[in-house]
């Protein structure tokens, strides 16, 4: 079991990702496919399109947490010691911990209201609960990434290892 949850930490938000940019590639295909060859479109798939979009977004945005790949400017970084750079490190995950609190208080409110009217989307008919959740799961993700990069930061704090700064864009 434990290597199950292992092989899910490690993948989770990659095998989110292909399925969400899979279904906007295919659906955005055959509506193309559709609209050009067949001169008939539906409502259906630009929900689909931009509902798929924004799951895609936020779990990229998770992902990223996990992989320090949000953009930075790191110019002071390269100036200040090992253990500054664990601090300062920490001091971001920690803001950024914050916000996504702030922020799935929030989005939880939207998901709620929708929930309580029984919004449904315009073309499927299928609950806007689904659509919206995306922003609460998301963020719930992000929070779980940004607690695992605090213990390992802490854990570099301490030790006195170099501080995981994740992939450069540039050098």
Do not use: C
């Not at 390269?78 to 916000?99: C, E, N, P, T």
């Not at 998901?111 to 009217?117: G, I, K, P, R």
């Amino acid at each position: 079991m434990s290597q199950f949850f292992s092989k899910l930490d490690k993948n989770a938000e990659r095998w989110a990702l292909l399925f969400f940019y899979v279904l906007l590639v295919a659906t955005m295909f055959v509506e193309v496919l559709r609209r050009e060859v067949f001169s008939y479109s539906s409502i259906w798939g630009e929900e689909v399109v931009r509902y798929s979009f924004i799951y895609l977004a936020w779990i990229g945005a998770a992902s990223a947490v996990r992989e320090r790949a949000h953009i930075r400017i790191d110019v002071l970084m390269h100036y200040v010691s090992a253990r500054m750079k664990a601090l300062l490190y920490i001091f971001g995950d920690i803001v950024m911990f914050v916000v996504a609190l702030i922020a799935l208080y929030w989005s939880f409110e939207t998901v709620l209201v929708s929930y309580e009217f029984g919004s449904v989307s315009h073309g499927l008919r299928v609950s806007m609960v689904w659509f919206l959740a995306a922003v609460p799961i998301g963020i719930t993700l992000m929070i779980w990434r940004l607690m695992q990069s605090l213990r390992r930061d802490i854990h570099s704090l301490r030790t006195g290892e170099p501080v995981y700064e994740g992939d450069k864009l540039f050098d």
